[in-house]
């Protein structure tokens, strides 16, 4: 998976605009690893590019992915599997990881239960998990293998400015197929043996906010930090609408700079 091969493959999958294509970002200097950047569900790449220009400027190469069925229409999202999603995360993973770097996950929602998922097959040096969950709020999500039969899509609303990256109809297998990840990651925890930061915010309507305790709580690594907000954060928290996005930014990378430390001294020891 080069750049310019899944750019030419999201543009035949009809992704028109620019910034829902997926991106590759390098440092100013050689980096020594890379970050994969994985956005949510009814989202696109443009939900990470923040972030990747983050983590760029902190000396990662940053690779933001883009989800198949996702930038393209509600249409081509609602005849994907979650198999294609976690494919491309790791497809992602192995790119950077061919170039010898080492790799670190950061990933919106549902982009972070892609990045456990492969976590727990590919060598993952440490997780940044922004709004995960293990529950959606809506009441109808549980159901959703059984509507999706009787019922195509769900509206949802979206600002106007939001609208060129974001869905305002969320079909209903997708949601099924959040489900079906879900149990995929609930029964592989156990692997997942990555330092993981967990952040989250009590404001969060689109997941139960438990859930997102219960995952971390789960998590075996012995190195995990979590963090939440108050009532005034969303559940996006990779933009503007985020009015602690300064403060997620500084956690994130600062704990990948930890980790990246103690690499380094690692590295030395073994020398």
């Known amino acids: 998976m080069s750049r310019d091969i899944e750019q030419e493959r999201s543009r035949r999958d009809g992704v028109v605009r620019e910034e829902n294509l997926p991106f590759l970002m390098e440092p100013r200097?050689?980096?020594?690893?890379g970050v994969v950047l994985v956005h949510g569900f009814t989202?696109?790449?443009?939900?990470?590019?923040l972030f990747g220009e983050a983590a760029a400027e902190a000396g990662f190469t940053a690779l933001g992915v883009r989800l198949p069925g996702h930038g393209t229409t509600p249409e081509d999202l609602a005849g994907r599997r979650y198999e294609e999603w976690l494919s491309t995360v790791e497809e992602g993973c192995r790119m950077l990881s061919a170039r010898g770097l080492r790799?670190?996950?950061?990933?919106?929602?549902?982009?972070?239960?892609?990045?456990?998922?492969?976590?727990?097959?590919?060598?993952?040096?440490?997780?940044?998990?922004l709004s995960p969950y293990l529950r959606l709020r809506h009441r109808l999500a549980p159901a959703a293998g059984l509507v999706r039969?009787?019922?195509?899509?769900q509206r949802h609303f979206v600002p106007r400015e939001l609208a060129p990256f974001y869905y305002d109809r969320r079909p209903v297998n997708g949601v099924y197929q959040l489900y079906r990840l879900i149990r995929r990651v609930r029964n592989h925890l156990e692997r997942v043996t990555a330092p993981v930061l967990m952040i989250g915010a009590a404001g969060d309507r689109t997941i139960q906010v438990d859930s997102a305790y219960e995952l971390f709580d789960?998590?075996?690594?012995?190195?995990?930090?979590?963090?939440?907000?108050?009532?005034?954060?969303?559940?996006?928290?990779?933009t503007g609408e985020n009015p602690r996005l300064r403060q997620t930014l500084r956690l994130t990378f600062d704990f990948l700079r930890c980790l990246e430390n103690g690499n380094a001294s690692a590295a030395e020891k073994d020398s």
């Open 29 to 33: 200097q050689p980096a020594k690893a």
């Open 103 to 129: 790799i670190y996950g950061i990933g919106q929602s549902t982009g972070g239960l892609l990045l456990l998922a492969a976590a727990g097959r590919l060598p993952i040096s440490g997780l940044i998990l």
């Open 149 to 153: 039969f009787f019922r195509s899509y």
């Open 43 to 49: 989202a696109s790449p443009w939900e990470m590019r």
């Open 218 to 238: 789960a998590l075996p690594g012995r190195r995990k930090e979590c963090h939440f907000f108050g009532p005034e954060v969303p559940h996006i928290l990779t």
